[in-house]
């Protein structure tokens, strides 16, 4: 099992900027490809962007351009840089680990809120 703890959501203006961190811990060994998820009231949980093991990155066309997903594998943890942050931005933020062993196990974090307000 892998346990993940996100930190860094909060309440910004529009335009504004936030650093989402995600901190695996337990059978680190397991941790695959790692990814931040978002809800909005009433949506879907959707993929915002995912960074593989070996770096490569992909991103939700929304974000392209403002948000950067990053890793340390040494500190087990990815981050997500957010810059120019919209009201349609907010959502509570999940990060999600893929079992590197097997692809169709899952971890998630318990999710942070963020909020795009004036």
């Known amino acids: 099992q892998v346990q993940l703890v996100e930190s860094g959501g909060g309440l910004v203006q529009p335009g504004g900027s936030l650093r989402l961190s995600c901190l695996g811990s337990?059978?680190?060994?397991?941790?695959?490809?790692m990814g931040w998820y978002r809800q909005a009231p009433g949506k879907q949980r959707e993929l915002v962007a995912r960074?593989?093991?070996?770096?490569?990155?992909e991103y939700t066309d929304s974000v392209k351009g403002r948000f950067t997903i990053s890793r340390d594998n040494a500190r087990n943890t990815v981050y997500l840089q957010m810059n120019g942050l919209k009201p349609e931005d907010t959502a509570v933020y999940y990060c999600n680990v893929r079992d590197y062993y097997y692809s169709l196990i899952d971890y998630w974090g318990q999710g942070t809120q963020v909020t795009v307000s004036s």
């Open positions: 960074i593989s093991t070996s770096g490569t990155t």
């Open positions: 337990g059978s680190t060994f397991r941790i695959g490809a």
